[in-house]
Structure formats: C-alpha cells, structure tokens
C-alpha cells in the first residue's frame, strides 16, 4: 500500500577509492512513503463504488486521500548500517492513514545491520511496553535481469516470498542493505 521516494544524500568518503569494499562507503539515503498511486487509483475508480458502508468508505477515504508522506532514514558507514523510521512528524494515533502507513514502512523498530559480522537485528520497542531485539531471519532473494533505471541508478529487480515482496537495487552502490530490515541484494535497495 506504499511506494517509496527515494532522496540520496552521499556523503561518499572514500577511505581508499575501491568501490569493491562496502566499508569504503559512508552515507545517509532517505527514503520517503506514501500511497502506491496504482491502489488509490484502483480504490477511486472500483472499490470506493463498491462499498455500501458509509462509515468504511470515510476510513478509507482518510487513508488514500489524506495520508501524509512518512520519511524514514538509512545511516551507513564501513559495512554497518541503521535503518530508522523518522519520529519528527509525530503520528496522530487517531490517524488511521497515517498509523497503517507508518506501520507498513517500518514502524518504531529500528533495523541494525553489519555486514562484516553477518549480524542483523530488529529492535522492536512496540509490542509490550518493552525493547526486544531479535534477529532478523537470512533473506533468500531470486534476482533477474529486469532493469529500470532510478534516480539515475542502473537499478535490477530481485523478489523473494514467492514474489510477494519486490526490491529494485543498485550494484553501482554496493551497499547490501535497503528499508525496513530488507537486506542481501548484491547493491543497495532503492
């Protein structure tokens, strides 16, 4: 129900100018989540019409026509990552929209990778009042030779899930990481 932005602000520091070497690398990716533009079209044009509902249709009414973007934040640096969802819109807990939205995106979890170490954790602070971390379980990706290019990035698809989930990543920015604990591609997920 969302499709991500993507805004790239490389602080690219260049330890030894090898690109072979995912510790050679240092940046901030901020990536920006709203409303897939082809479910709120299928929602106005079959599903809004469909529903007798009146008190359904003004829910979902909220969610696709109201709901802010959510910025979340990737912060790498010599093969370690942390992906965080932004807490500087605060989220209305009234806000239908914007709860499922910031939910689908990440949440309050924060999501740890290190590459070197093969270590990649969950912190998840919102179940029960108290902190968890717990692994996040090995990723197996089927990658394919479709291509698209983003944001000015030679970018390949992979799915994994039996291709409920779908990543575009970038092998000209070899950083195995990407949003909300999605991790493995042989580049960054854009």
Request: charged share 25%.
């Amino acid at each position: 129900m969302k499709i991500s932005k993507l805004y790239m602000y490389f602080l690219l520091l260049f330890v030894d100018y090898t690109i072979s070497a995912q510790s050679n690398f240092s940046g901030i990716i901020e990536y920006q989540s709203t409303i897939n533009g082809k479910k709120l079209d299928e929602y106005i044009s079959e599903k809004r019409k469909n529903i007798k509902d009146k008190k359904l249709i003004s829910s979902l009414d909220k969610v696709y026509f109201y709901t802010k973007p959510i910025n979340s934040k990737l912060i790498f640096s010599e093969g370690k990552g942390l992906f965080t969802v932004e807490d500087k819109l605060s989220v209305d807990i009234h806000d239908l929209g914007q709860r499922i939205l910031k939910t689908s995106t990440g949440g309050s979890k924060e999501y740890f990778y290190d590459d070197k170490s093969k270590i990649y954790l969950i912190k998840d602070c919102e179940s029960v009042d108290e902190c968890f971390i717990y692994e996040n379980a090995f990723l197996k990706w089927d990658l394919t030779q479709e291509s698209k290019e983003i944001n000015g990035f030679l970018s390949y698809k992979a799915t994994r899930s039996e291709g409920k989930v779908i990543a575009w990543y970038s092998p000209n920015i070899p950083i195995g990481f990407g949003p909300k604990g999605e991790y493995g591609l042989p580049g960054l997920i854009l």
